[in-house]
């Protein structure tokens, strides 16, 4: 099974900083299989990233993932306040595991 | 607009049986690999279960492997999952959500239903 960390555990920003997340597998991900997701309170996740770099369909060009073989990162370049919430990171070369989570909150 | 609606969960006894049921509509479910992904309350997300579209392909994570049983009707765009031989372990809130076609990773969730597994 891959095994996926996430660093850090809390961010604590402000509205209008950059976030940097990062998310690290136990092996090398091929075709950087790793997919981000955004989770907030009482709400399903939400796909943001997934082929590493590629943003789903309606996400704002402000998210941006990149990173290749064991190491990802997912950047929100200009926080806005809707974007307050906990960060998923999800393989998928073999059967799916999660990440840990970030969460990003209001400093 | 894709709506995925879970249904079925609720208290059940350690050892007991419960049947979640996801109804899908707004897409071609009959195309799409479907999913069960659950998440404990305030913890992760765990992967349990995946079915392809005429069913041909199921899988399963080993922490339910046994215990669980995932189908569809594609008549009904319906996605259920069996559970049987509950543990506290289960407890968690079980999302469906499709698989797209490009990987394993997962586009349109459903808002989730809570199964509480306690004597």
């Known amino acids: 099974e891959i095994m996926l960390t996430q660093s850090p555990g809390t961010l604590s920003l402000s509205p209008g900083e950059r976030a940097t997340l990062s998310c690290r597998a136990s092996?090398?991900?091929?075709?950087?299989?790793l997919a981000w997701y955004q989770q907030k309170p009482g709400q399903a996740p939400r796909l943001l990233i997934y082929?590493?770099?590629s943003r789903a369909t309606g996400i704002p060009d402000r998210f941006s993932g990149s990173g290749s073989g064991t190491d990802f990162t997912l950047t929100i370049s200009r926080l806005e306040p809707e974007d307050f919430a906990v960060y998923y990171c999800q393989q998928y070369v073999g059967s799916p595991t999660f990440g840990p989570g970030t969460k990003v909150d209001i400093k | 607009e894709v709506q995925l609606v879970e249904s079925g969960g609720g208290l059940v006894k350690p050892g007991g049986s419960l049947r979640l049921s996801c109804a899908a509509s707004?897409?071609?479910?009959?195309?799409?690999?479907m999913n069960w992904v659950r998440q404990v309350p305030g913890k992760g997300l765990e992967w349990v279960s995946s079915l392809s579209p005429t069913s041909s392909y199921i899988y399963y994570a080993d922490s339910v492997k046994g215990r669980f049983t995932i189908s569809r009707d594609n008549a009904k765009n319906s996605l259920y999952l069996q559970m049987s031989s509950l543990r506290a372990e289960d407890t968690a809130v079980y999302y469906c959500?499709?698989?797209?076609?490009?990987?394993?990773?997962?586009?349109?969730w459903g808002q989730g239903t809570l199964v509480t597994v306690s004597s």
């Open positions: 092996q090398s991900l091929s075709s950087g299989y």
């Open positions: 959500a499709t698989e797209t076609t490009e990987g394993w990773y997962f586009e349109s």
């Open positions: 707004g897409f071609s479910f009959s195309s799409y690999t």
């Open positions: 082929g590493a770099s």
